[in-house]
């Protein structure tokens, strides 16, 4: 049964139409289970790209739906921006994300280094350094590297590990995070 207000909106229609701007109340997540513990009813993601200058806060998730547009930003925010280039975001590693955003208790918003990459942009940084794998999960826009000032690198890789969901790598000297929604594992120090 639709919960329909006196304009012919169903709750679930406003709820997505607030869901794809952006949010300055923090959500409370509650009775989560499984890997993400951190998740809840409510999941919420907040970036900023030093690159583009471009940050992203919102609700992305809704009472165990995927918002669709919310979806479309992500994916967007998230492009190859040296090229410009998008492929759709997996949002299991957003709600890895966002769950070890919520573990770690910042309000703070990832900085984000690295989204999905364009086969070119994942060559180009393989050249240039041996820890780029050659068939990176950032090209199958399944990955993320990610900075958080307040909080070292170890810390951010403990709460993703939390999850017990996907790939975790360490990279200290660099000061980031590499969090995926491929297999469990973790690397680096």
Not at 23 to 44: E, H, K
Not at 82 to 94: E, F, M, V
Not at 158 to 183: E, I, L, P, W
Request: proline fraction near 2%.
């Amino acid at each position: 049964m639709a919960d329909h207000s006196s304009t012919g909106f169903t709750r679930r229609a406003l709820l997505g139409a607030f869901a794809a701007t952006a949010v300055t109340a923090a959500p409370t997540f509650s009775n989560a289970a499984g890997f993400l513990r951190g998740a809840g009813d409510i999941r919420r993601i907040r970036m900023y790209s030093g690159r583009t200058g471009e940050r992203i806060d919102m609700i992305y998730w809704i009472e165990g739906e995927y918002i669709k547009e919310a979806s479309k930003q992500i994916s967007h925010f998230m492009r190859d921006w040296r090229n410009d280039q998008l492929k759709t975001i997996d949002l299991r590693t957003i709600d890895i994300m966002a769950a070890s955003h919520n573990l770690m208790g910042v309000n703070e918003p990832y900085m984000l280094l690295s989204g999905y990459r364009s086969p070119q942009t994942n060559a180009m940084l393989r050249s240039r350094s041996r820890g780029v794998a050659k068939n990176s999960l950032h090209m199958k826009g399944q990955a993320a590297d990610l900075r958080l000032s307040s909080r070292s690198v170890t810390q951010m890789a403990r709460a993703a590990q939390k999850c017990s969901a996907g790939g975790v790598g360490r990279y200290s000297r660099s000061n980031f995070v590499h969090m995926d929604c491929g297999v469990t594992r973790s690397w680096g120090a």
